[in-house]
């Protein structure tokens, strides 16, 4: 049965961190790993998160199944925390929630379902993207097509090629939108770029697909969902996967929920079942750990506050690195300009080295940075700020 199956390559991100891994130099640092990292080093479990376990651990009774929707506290509360506690659309009957497996599997479950309505469905991705959209959402059947999204030449969103191509997008298309903190740019849709894809949402008739994985990261928690929320009044039809492993750090605990908001309450309860069919036949049943957590988490006033503290925590750090790398970096012999790092969102970055000065700085520094030069910020820390920034400087002449 297998003896024609071929190999197939490493994912490039997960090779780099093979290769740090495999690295013996003490003074490495790895900037391609996607995950939240601490002034030490370390991937933390927040303390809001220690205790919520240590209160799941006296209140849970069973690890018995928690149905195909997953935890339906959990389910509302991260309604809630999208569109906020107040929004018009969490009273319309028009909007459905169910756990899923992290945000990929949120993803997932959102594309099989745009399929089941509408087989060969068009999905229009901005390019540059997170690496693994394209063949997530396509390995659905969904057909893949680009828009303009950053310009690598101004470290800046390209608006103007990007809204002259959603103009041209047809009806009943989708269109993949980050909520915050775009992963790999860090370049984030201002308040009005968000407001002319809705205009143009609602004048031809395609359908926003958010992805947001990192809601308080950015601005805050209310600030970063601005597009979501504006959307959500103004749409008829709107679908967003959304993620807790950053903003929880609940990575392994793979935690995320898909929504969907439909014209009407009668076809928003026909793609609710249509998404636990699909679920059903992926994966059945969602894991329960890291949602119950959420759940005691955001239901619980002084653990939310202790959350959302310890989130502030989180954006402050990445922003003060970012200050740091642009500052200390800035006036190079080369004249690059690193401005654009300090005033992005978010974890990632693209520094805009090019291939020689990425492998100098692998093989001569031990610093492993990805092929397109997307940098993880919060892999900075104080003990390596200086020894990268040097590293940089001594590439760049």
Known sequence: MFEKLKPVGMDPILGLMAAYRADPRDNKIDLGVGVYQDDSGRTPVMASVKRAEAKLMELETTKSYQGIAGDPDYNLRMMALLFGADHSILESGRIKTIQAPGGS??????????????????LWVGLPTWPNHIPLLG??????????????????????????????????????????CHNPTGADLTHDHWDKIADLAL????????????????????EDAYGVRMMAERLPELVIASSCSKNFGLYR???????????????VEIVASQAMSVARQLYSMPPAHGALLVSLILGDEQLRADWETELAEVRTRIQSMRALLTDNIQNNSAGIDFSHVKQQKGMFSFLGLNTAQLDRLREEFGIYIVSSSRVNLAGINSNNIDY??????AVLK
Do not use: W
């Open 139 to 180: 390995g659905a059947g969904l057909e893949i097509a680009e828009y303009p999204y950053y310009d690598l030449d101004t470290h800046s969103i390209n608006e103007e090629a990007m809204l002259k191509t959603l103009a041209q997008v047809p009806a009943g298309d989708m269109v993949l939108l980050h909520g915050c």
């Open 203 to 222: 004048e031809r008739g395609f359908i926003p697909f958010i992805d947001t994985a990192y809601q308080g990261l950015g601005d805050g928690l209310d």
């Open 105 to 122: 599997g949120a993803l997932r479950v959102g594309a099989e379902v745009i399929q089941r309505a509408r087989p060969g469905t068009k």
């Open 388 to 393: 990268l920034c040097d590293s940089i400087l």
């Open 253 to 267: 605990e793979r935690t995320g929920s898909i929504t969907f908001i439909a014209e009407t309450t009668e076809q």
